[in-house]
């Protein structure tokens, strides 16, 4: 499965942005789509994920009730929508493809090239 993100980009604290990710290849075998984040001298760390066929959905603290995952099955496609983004928010944010052959492992397979969110106090 090959990943493409988009969306990324420099807001104001406070504001809203929403990230994209495509899904190609494999997109049948899909099993859960993530978020991932890495800030500025930080390791990356789990933000969100979503089961691809239920909508199962599961949020680090950090991000509850701020931040949406949802996925469009017909457009391959995973979103971030984040909401009332602080400084803390800052990262490269990364989309993540587990399939069903490696479900439950906890890693994934495929991962996008990352898309910058900049959050300017």
């Known amino acids: 499965v090959q990943l493409v993100e988009s969306g990324g980009g420099l807001v104001q604290a406070g504001a809203s942005l929403r990230l994209s990710c495509t899904a190609s290849?494999?997109?049948?075998?899909?099993?859960?789509m993530a978020w991932f984040r890495q800030g500025p001298g930080k390791e990356r760390e789990f933000v969100s994920s979503?089961?691809?066929?239920?909508?199962?959905?599961n949020y680090t603290d950090s991000v509850k009730g701020r931040f949406t995952i949802s996925r469009d099955i017909l457009k391959n496609t995973v979103y971030l929508q984040m909401n009332r983004v602080s400084v803390e928010d800052t990262a490269v944010y990364y989309c993540?493809?587990?399939?069903?052959?490696?479900?439950?492992?906890?890693?994934?397979?495929?991962w996008g090239q990352g898309t910058q969110v900049t959050v300017a106090s």
């Open positions: 993540a493809a587990q399939l069903a052959t490696t479900f439950p492992d906890d890693r994934y397979d495929s």
């Open positions: 979503i089961t691809w066929w239920r909508g199962d959905t």
């Open positions: 290849g494999r997109t049948g075998s899909l099993h859960m």
